[in-house]
């Protein structure tokens, strides 16, 4: 088939898409207006341009007309409009958990909260592959049984789970059409199909880098390839492999969903297999050969290590260490003038602490995959403010709260500042408070008895402070009750109590003001959307429950900086290119991670049903992981080999790497001067101080000054000065106390 060209892992494929499409509509250019371009990700669309009109400069042509370039949903969802109003996210949780509440028969005593998130994700599997379940509970047990293997029809072993499974189901999509609304992915099913029948006919479509095609974009894909519109463009090695667990299986499965043969192209655009991609396709070979076997003919063939040059590990043994090196690295390509730096992670910690470490150096990033709200310090006050509230105005929360920079914007900061110490210190600690605003102000105003009127007086803002703190506390505490009596509400009225609590608090301003905070403001505003038409009722764990995993699911994306390092996820580095990439925390728990697994059905089972099995997302990950050892002419991998004097087990493929080339030429890669100079200290980038004062000599002799010695000395204090003279030193010479500890309970002495 001419339109389905596939190519190596070392060729680059938008290089390649760009050069052919050049090529082929040479004679219309510079107008490619009926060219559509389908890729994975936005991010590859930039770099794809830049390609395309390279390509057009050898015609000639300095500028273009198009084409579009877009992922295929983007592009499905613009050009047809949806049939039905398209539930949002909290909207499907909201109606799923209601769905649940009215058949807890189906689950006893579980949470319906966290059944909820399980059967969503089952739901999206069912309608991500086109799926939908049979209409009688037996049919469906027979299903079941015949994926599970069974040879009997007693399938009272399956029952319990297929009835939860197949009951919601009906239940969801029956909710569904009552209030004539639709999912997201029955909405692009519907759009995929309609498109079908509306196409003009002069488009043609260029697809590359596709993970996977469902069953609606197979069929949506099947007609544009019989009739020569599209062109389809895939990347596996040369060898033919039956194995799923292999990179090579997302081009193959890919094939088998449009029902197109699976071998390679008679025509493909090029077969570059340089002896690098050849070491790389060794490595990761499926075939029946051993990898000593496989090593050892490999090394007969090619005497030179083709990866030495290319590709090199650092092994740390602490995360800072792991982070530290990542910096450094970045900060020696940055002095060589490579520019294009990619940095590649799927540890969400390690990623914070190199970007703070590489801001510090002065080098900006651009973070393509963000972190989850619930990590930003926006969402810290948050739950710090609702925990104050929950927790009948605890110290701990209610101090970390009232330190917050979100909390009453509209005040002088330093003001602010001192009146929250002079609690602190006063009140709390001095007067050993542990809770309750009542409480609280009976003791400050005990201490404002106790000193003259001009002291006094000090302290009245603090009485202001508070005032504003309980006035904010209102709204939320009338809805939380007690365990006795835990009052159920409609999700509005919990959210109209926290946006009345954030206003009179001046959060709603300073989380505006806040790039994490406006986020979090959007997601409140998209549950109080959620809510209006909802008949759900919830006690106030619920509603916890419910914003938490809001907070959780959601991510916050930073705004784009000007640097061109890039910092991104596996699932962002799709059809990437670098000038040099880090490929950083190569774990096991990270590369490939762990089975996240699922209450409904295992990946036998799944697999059989038709759905995404975890060995399919496995093959995903590891071809990405493939694709970026090409991704690049000069690659490190970094991962840690110890935590805290805890062995930490490498990536298998990065084991797999190293093993293979210590077979075969007797090196591990290891980057042994990355590792020199990370053990440097002047290698760290630290903000100008006053200089360190100069050392003291070897054993110098002690001296304390008259004054601070102590006149008598007890026997405790006596032994103080033997078990630790430095102890001695603080608390007898110095008086230093250590910080008081708040007691919840009475001590012996409260009694009398």
């Known amino acids: 088939m001419s339109n389905l060209h596939i190519i190596t892992y070392g060729d680059d ?13 040479h004679a219309v250019l510079p107008n490619l207006t009926d060219i559509v371009v389908l890729l994975p990700n936005p991010q590859a669309a930039t770099r794809f341009r830049q390609l395309l009109l390279d390509a057009a400069a050898s015609h000639h042509h300095s500028a273009l007309l198009g084409p579009n370039i877009d992922t295929l949903p983007r592009w499905i969802n613009q050009q047809t409009p949806s049939k039905l109003p398209v539930l949002s996210e909290h909207q499907r949780e909201l109606m799923l958990v209601e769905a649940l509440v009215s058949h807890k028969y189906l689950y006893g005593e579980g949470n319906p909260w966290t059944l909820a998130h399980s059967l969503l994700a089952l739901f999206d599997d069912l309608g991500s592959t086109h799926l939908s379940l049979p209409e009688s509970l037996e049919q469906f047990l027979d299903t079941l ?29 029956q909710e569904m059409q009552q209030n004539g609304v639709i999912d997201r992915h029955t909405d692009y099913t519907l759009k995929l199909a309609s498109s079908r029948k509306t196409l003009p006919d002069n488009l043609v479509f260029y697809i590359a880098g596709l993970p996977r095609l469902s069953t609606a974009e197979a069929q949506w894909l099947n007609p544009l390839l019989q009739q020569d519109r599209a062109f389809l ?3 596996r090695s040369g060898e033919q492999t039956s194995v799923d667990y292999h990179p090579d299986a997302v081009a193959q499965q890919l094939l088998q969903a449009i029902n197109l043969p699976t071998g390679p192209s008679d025509t493909p655009f090029s077969h570059t297999n340089s002896e690098y991609t050849r070491c790389l396709d060794s490595v990761f070979s499926n075939s029946e050969s051993p990898l000593r076997a496989r090593a050892h003919d490999l090394a007969q063939d090619v005497p030179e290590s083709p990866l030495s040059a290319n590709l090199s590990i650092f092994e740390a043994n602490n995360a800072e260490k792991e982070a530290q090196a990542i910096d450094v690295q970045v900060r020696l390509w940055w002095n060589a003038g490579k520019r294009n730096i990619g940095i590649i992670t799927e540890n969400r910690r390690l990623a914070r602490r190199v970007r703070a470490l590489l801001e510090r150096s002065g080098i900006e990033l651009q973070d393509a995959a963000g972190w989850a709200l619930s990590t930003t310090s926006a969402a810290a006050t948050v739950e710090r403010w609702l925990e104050t509230v929950e927790e009948d105005f605890a110290h701990q929360p209610l101090l970390d709260f009232l330190k917050s920079p979100f909390l009453l914007p509209e005040r002088e900061r ?3 500042l001192s009146c929250v110490y002079r609690f602190e210190q006063g009140v709390v600690l001095k007067e050993n408070i542990a809770r309750n605003m009542a409480r609280y102000r009976e003791h400050l105003q005990y201490r404002q008895n106790r000193l003259p009127a001009d002291l006094a007086a000090d302290y009245n803002d603090i009485h202001v402070l508070l005032d504003v703190i309980e006035s904010a506390a209102t709204p939320l505490r009338a809805l939380i009750g007690n365990d006795a009596d835990n009052k159920k509400h409609a999700p509005t009225a919990f959210l109209h109590a926290l946006n009345d609590s954030f206003t009179r608090l001046g959060l709603n301003t300073s989380l505006a003001a806040d790039a994490a905070g406006e986020r979090i403001l959007e997601e409140l505003h998209a549950m109080q959307t959620a809510s209006n038409n909802s008949e759900l009722l919830m006690c106030w764990d619920e509603f916890r429950v419910w914003l938490g995993r809001t907070l959780e699911r959601f991510n916050f994306q930073p705004p784009a900086q000007s640097g061109q390092v890039q910092l991104m996820g596996l699932a962002q580095s799709n059809l990437a290119r670098f000038d040099a990439l880090i490929i950083a925390g190569a774990e096991a728990e990270y590369l490939p991670g762990s089975n996240p697994g699922s209450p409904f059905f295992n990946d036998g089972v799944r697999q059989s049903l038709g759905l995404t099995s975890h060995t399919q997302q496995l093959s995903e990950q590891f071809y990405d992981f493939r694709c970026l050892l090409e991704s690049a002419d000069t690659i490190l991998l970094t991962h840690r080999s110890e935590q805290d004097g805890e062995e930490i087990v490498a990536s298998p493929w990065l084991e797999r790497l190293q093993s293979f080339h210590q077979i075969a030429y007797a090196d591990r890669l290891i980057n042994t001067s990355l590792t020199e100079l990370v053990n440097r200290t002047d290698m760290q980038v630290t903000h100008p101080a006053e200089p360190m004062p100069q050392p003291l000599p070897a054993n110098p002799t002690v001296r304390i000054s008259g004054e601070l010695f102590p006149a008598h000395l007890s026997a405790s204090g006596y032994q103080q000065l033997i078990n630790c003279p430095y102890q001695f030193f603080a608390a007898r010479c110095l008086q230093l106390e250590a910080p008081d500890s708040i007691r919840e309970m009475l001590a012996k002495a409260d009694y009398g």
């Open 13 to 25: 494929p938008l290089r390649r898409l760009a050069e052919h499409i050049a090529k082929k509509h």
């Open 145 to 173: 049984g015949t994926a599970y293997g069974l040879d009997n029809k007693n399938h009272d072993s399956l029952f319990g789970e297929a009835r939860l499974v197949h009951t919601l189901w009906q239940a969801w999509q």
């Open 233 to 235: 463009l895939l990347q």
């Open 414 to 416: 330093e003001t602010l």
